[in-house]
């Protein structure tokens, strides 16, 4: 037994030892000079939360890579604090009709020294819609002429997608309607440039490291320690490099964020988001920040479920509306961050001019619960339903299976049974899974949630349209869609407008949702550093004006 | 020999190929798909169901598996998608394997130490002391025991950086953090065996021949009751070197330990498989040597095995 023992330690410690042999013997020395190098540089440091899974524009799709991708791509147009500048087009023109975009492209460099052609652009939403590049995010294209049909199949000639380097120096593009918001939704990752010769080379492994990428933007990705750490630098190529102020971005991969709160509190990171349990404390401290990430919650009704008629009932729904407390429910579940969601539409969605919430102030459901109102509604629906007694009416909840999932659903049901006497069972499940029910529309309500693909009402309201890609409600109703359908042809952006906000009060008078809350985040930053962005839509945080001036 | 070596070689690949054949089928059990997104619509997932394969009959997808897996191709990551499932154990293994030979030498030692230290001073404040540690570290989880760690030696004393790997100073708190557990249990078991071999009949023998009792305890005492700690240490080994999910991801240490629970939460089904073969191979390739030069140290094993 002894020997067998000893001879099993030492077989694993050398095959260990095989495995690791090939690994980096960490690079101490260079390592301290590059800090010694630093106290002369501008160096930001954030933590995010996991790695960055893929880096390729025409692939990624998660909030990392939008948000490295910002810095280290340039796409034909920026965004920044919610507005269009140019980026690698100079400048633009815009058809009579409004579908047909003309873009100037400056002069610019890939970080191999090659010009950003027009051309580089036409490759890259032509992959993105390519069905065999597989872009779980194609949907961003299907605004350009046969740009859906192309991805789906329905043609095969990718020259008949509706985008067209006319010269070297000048992209067309053509779009099926009137799109309001198609400018910003060019500096979206899935439209930045790639090099054809570039991406051919590198073949399946594009993007797979730092130098298996092409950049344009503010900075460079210099290093890709995978799961560990990026490195980004200022790009001395960059066309508006005067404008950066940092040197260096620093980004190590840290999932606790109870670790990144330790880290910070240590000096090791310049900004951070602050755990729930530090919330308070950090507000009593006047040093909480907090911003809309851009998600919505909300409970979506299957008005098709078999034996559960109240859940096709618009009053009975109403009633649940009603009987929720949305301030209590964000106090207890969220700690006191985010935003009872009174209406459906996120209030900074930008409108015609202003936002929309400004040019559309609506207000369906009360921040705190109204259970008068709820009991009127409820007592309307039993009517309708022929029923008696409120505690036939019987549904399961559909959620996650968090501890704060638990939590959330615990207190719905609660209030509810509070408030109108309706006893409602949780069904807890991993998020994949009720993703799968929700497609299957296996669910009686599910909590659910969005978030905004681009900076316009629309990506919340076309979700419930009959026939609608996520629309697994069953709810179907004729004069939504027209009001959809008017709004997402029209040219008259006022008159687009009207039509959604009278699209959103039908929705949460006759539709299948009942909106929660919109989510906030807590964050704190040193002193120092300034002109950081943080986004409820696109790359956030938006780090590339951002300075440390007296950090050292 | 080889007879013995080719029988031994045999079963180990059976039962690498049994492991692989119900991970494959029964990670598609799990419901859901690897492609279901909130944003995703039905037609492309369809694309994507297509560009990895997953549309033909799950015989042909198992057949092509394993013939990939011969050639050594645990096939790309679904969800790091242009990364392979080789390049992230290339990649990840060496640190948690680091960081697990420092934790097993650190606990052997300490452990040990401990051990003898109470048996030495049973029933007396030392021993209570050590033994109360041992409990401590038993009982206390590394998601306790690391953020506490990170507190007082990071943030209150600024000895310490309170995360990451990048050089000695920073792996001083997850190998204590991830040691903790055999040191305990290493301890314990030192001081049992300690005391049983006190009462053996060549400790009073050596106790007759007027050794004294210095020399009593290191020639006699402790070499014959560290067997039974080496025994365990087998198992403790090869749990500490394939990576940890708690210690790695409290100290932001970029090891393996993650790989297996978020491919199983992402269903990323060629992660998932990769991670089974792997920890399989790793330890049915151990037991093999280990199988192979026990046979040669003890022939009757060579002969009874066949």
Known sequence: MLRKSLALILTLLLVAGIFTGCSQQSTNQTESKQQQEQLKEKELVFAIGAEVPNLDPQKATDTYAIMIGNAVFEGLVRVYDGKVYPGMAEKWEVSEDKKTYTFHLRDAKWSDGSPVTAYDFEYAI??????????????????????????????????????????????????NVPVKYFESLLSFISFMPVKKEFVEKMGEKFAADADKLLYNGPFILKEWKHEQELILEKNPNYWNKDAIKLDRVRIPIV?????????????????VGIPPEFVEQVK??????FYYDGAEFYLQFNVKKDGKPW??????????????????????????????????????????????????????????????????????????????????????????????????????????????????TIKQVPFKQRLELMNKSDYDVVFAGWGPDYDDPM???????????????????????????????????????????????????????????????????????????????GPDPDFIYADVEGKN | MARYILNRL????????????????????????????????????????????????????????????????????????????????????????????????????????????????????????????????????????????????????????????KGFAYTIMPTFALSLGSIALIARLMRASMLDVVNQDYIKTAKSKGLSPTQIVWKHQIRNAILPVITVLGPVTATLLTGTFVIEQIFAIPGLGKFYILGIQNLDYSMVLGMTVFYGLFLIAANFIVDIIYGIIDPRIRIGGK
């Not at chain 1, 999932?255 to 240590?266: I, K, L, P, S």
């Open chain 1, 126 to 175: 032509k992959r993105l819609l390519d069905p065999k590049t597989a872009s779980e995010y194609a949907f961003q294209g299907y605004y350009i002429v046969n740009g859906e049909e192309y991805n789906t199949g329905k043609i095969t000639d990718p020259n008949q997608v509706g985008v067209k380097a006319i010269d070297e120096k000048t992209l067309e593009i053509k779009l």
């Open chain 1, 255 to 271: 999932q606790e964020v109870n670790t990144a709160w330790q880290m910070y509190e240590n000096g090791e990171l310049d900004f």
């Open chain 1, 284 to 289: 009593n401290e006047g040093k909480a920040l």
């Open chain 1, 311 to 424: 859940l096709a009932n618009e009053n009975f729904r109403k009633a649940v509306g009603f009987a929720l407390d949305r301030e209590d429910y964000i106090k207890a579940v969220l700690g006191g961050v985010s935003d009872p969601a009174t209406r459906y539409v996120l209030p900074l969605l930008s409108g015609v001019e202003k936002k929309f919430a400004e040019e559309y102030p609506y207000e369906f459901y009360p921040k705190k619960a109204d259970p008068a109102k709820a009991k009127e509604y409820l007592d309307k629906a039993l009517k309708e339903l022929n029923l008696s007694d409120p505690s036939k009416i019987k549904f399961e909840l559909l959620t996650d299976d968090s501890s704060r999932a638990k939590m959330s659903a615990e207190i719905i049901q609660d209030m509810l049974r509070k408030n109108l006497g309706i006893e409602m």
């Open chain 1, 459 to 537: 990506t919340y309201l076309d979700l419930w349209v009959t026939g609608g890609g996520h629309n697994n409600t069953g709810w179907s109703n004729k004069e939504y869609d027209e009001l959809i359908k008017f709004a997402k042809t029209t040219g008259d952006f006022k008159k687009r407008a009207d039509a959604m906000f009278e699209a959103e009060k039908l929705l949460l008078e006759k539709g299948p949702i009942v909106p929660v809350y919109f989510r906030q985040r807590a964050w704190t930053k040193k002193d120092y550093v300034t002109g950081l962005v943080r986004n409820f839509i």
């Open chain 2, 10 to 165: 045999v079963i180990s690949l059976i039962t690498a190929w049994v492991l692989v054949t119900i991970v494959f089928f029964l990670v598609r059990l799990l419901p859901g798909d690897p492609f279901l997104s909130e944003k995703v619509t039905p037609e492309i997932k369809q694309n994507m169901i297509k560009y990895y394969g997953f549309d033909k009959p799950l015989h042909i997808q198992y057949i092509r598996y394993i013939s990939n897996l011969l050639k050594g191709d645990l096939g790309y990551s679904l969800r790091y998608k242009n990364r392979t499932v080789n390049e992230v154990i290339k990649q990840a293994f060496p640190y948690s394997a680091d960081l697990g030979i420092r934790a097993v030498i650190f606990a052997t030692i300490v452990g040990i130490t401990l051990g003898i230290i109470a048996a030495l001073n049973r029933n007396k404040p030392l021993d209570y002391l050590s033994m109360f540690i041992a409990i401590v570290g038993i009982s206390v989880p590394g998601f306790v025991i690391g953020p506490l760690l990170q507190y007082i030696f990071a943030i209150k004393l600024k000895l310490l950086p309170v995360a990451q790997w």
